[in-house]
Structures are given as C-alpha cells and as structure tokens.
C-alpha cells in the first residue's frame, strides 16, 4: 500500500515540526532526542548512463549538502539538505539499518504531484502501511521525513544512509548524490549509530 506523507495540518507531523524548530532555531537537538549530522561536499553529483558515468557539477536540484538523523523518543526523523531545494523532479532513499535489520525509506517528489513516504521492511519489496510524514521546508532547503519508531521495529538505535536519485530518462539515464560520500559505489553510505534519546 503506497501511503501519501501527512499534510502540514496532520496531528501525526507535531513531532517532525517540533523538531524542525529546534533544528532550525539552531539550537541543537531537542533534550529527548539524540542526533547526528553530516555536511557533504556540494558539486558532486554524477549521472550514470549506457555511455558511463560522468560528472554533474551544476545539478543543484539532486544534490544533497547535509544528512541529519534525529532518534527521538517516538519518531525516527531523517532529514535531507539540498544545495535547490525543487517541488519535485528527485527521490530521497534512505537506509536505515537498527538492531533488527534494514529498513528502506523513500520520499518520492520524482514527478510534479504530491510527494509521498513509503516504509520497506528487511529483505521485502512491498512496503509497510506505516504512516511516515514529511515535510518541506523550502525556505531551509529541507526535507524531514518523520518515520514512527514503531515502523521501524522500536530499536535502540539507527545508522542511516541517503541518496538522492533522479531518472532523466527511466531505466537508462539516472543522476545520483550520496550524502556520506562522492561518486557511485553502491548503496548510500552509512552514517554512525544513533541511540535513541
């Protein structure tokens, strides 16, 4: 079941806001969450096609400056800061690895209508019918998807990995940015561990 990411007005985003003001007021976390970020170089983008890879300097829309995970007391919250933060036109896919297993989540905004939130379970292709929120905050140049800690099989902790994708043309031509590293090598790149707060 593909699940739609909640409004701004839904009660099941008042985590992910609560958060993102603290965030964003720069203060740090907030006391019941424990939190770690990562800057990644801007200019990094590459685009992947039948004829190789080849460098994408001036994507801006695909490419991803800052990685944050927030493991609070209910809500994972994953955020995602781009160098042009657009309506749509990219994917978000995290990896989110906790003492249970693997978790995948995608924020999709790859063609131009609302953007949603799907959950993977380890090892399974059918996603969950969890209910993730999101949500955009352009004038940051931010996404924060709020996954319930539940979703994730309540665990102790979460590693965390992104990329960022775009299929210029589907199957053949796709850009990419790895928060956590440069180039193309596989799955995004896991940060460190995050206990919950």
């Given at each position: 079941?593909i699940?739609?990411?909640?409004?701004?007005?839904?009660?099941?985003?008042?985590?992910?806001?609560?958060?993102?003001?603290v965030?964003?007021?720069?203060?740090?976390?907030?006391?019941?969450?424990?939190?770690?970020?990562?800057?990644?170089?801007?200019?990094?983008?590459?685009?992947?096609?039948?004829?190789?890879?080849?460098?994408r300097?001036?994507?801006?829309?695909?490419?991803?400056?800052?990685?944050?995970?927030?493991?609070?007391?209910?809500?994972?919250?994953?955020?995602?800061?781009?160098?042009?933060?657009?309506?749509?036109?990219?994917?978000?896919?995290?990896?989110?690895?906790?003492?249970?297993?693997?978790?995948?989540?995608?924020?999709?905004?790859?063609?131009?209508?609302?953007?949603?939130?799907?959950?993977?379970?380890?090892?399974?292709?059918?996603?969950?019918?969890?209910?993730?929120?999101?949500?955009r905050?352009?004038?940051?140049?931010?996404?924060?998807?709020?996954?319930?800690?539940?979703?994730?099989?309540?665990?102790?902790?979460?590693?965390?990995?992104?990329?960022?994708?775009?299929?210029?043309?589907?199957?053949?031509?796709?850009?990419?940015?790895?928060?956590?590293?440069?180039g193309?090598?596989?799955?995004?790149?896991?940060?460190?561990?995050?206990?919950?707060?």
């Amino acid at each position: 079941m593909i699940v739609r990411s909640a409004g701004p007005r839904d009660a099941g985003l008042a985590p992910a806001a609560v958060c993102l003001a603290v965030l964003f007021a720069g203060t740090g976390a907030a006391a019941y969450a424990d939190s770690e970020s990562h800057a990644d170089r801007a200019h990094d983008v590459v685009e992947v096609s039948p004829s190789g890879t080849a460098a994408r300097p001036g994507d801006r829309r695909r490419d991803v400056v800052l990685v944050r995970t927030v493991h609070a007391q209910h809500v994972v919250l994953l955020i995602a800061g781009l160098r042009r933060l657009g309506a749509s036109g990219f994917e978000l896919l995290w990896r989110v690895r906790t003492d249970a297993g693997t978790w995948r989540v995608q924020y999709n905004a790859d063609i131009p209508s609302t953007p949603f939130v799907v959950v993977y379970p380890p090892g399974d292709d059918e996603p969950s019918d969890c209910l993730a929120g999101a949500h955009r905050d352009a004038a940051h140049r931010r996404v924060a998807v709020s996954v319930p800690r539940s979703c994730l099989g309540g665990p102790h902790w979460v590693r965390t990995g992104l990329l960022v994708r775009h299929w210029v043309q589907f199957d053949t031509d796709v850009r990419l940015d790895d928060a956590r590293r440069t180039g193309l090598h596989g799955p995004a790149r896991l940060g460190p561990r995050v206990q919950k707060g």
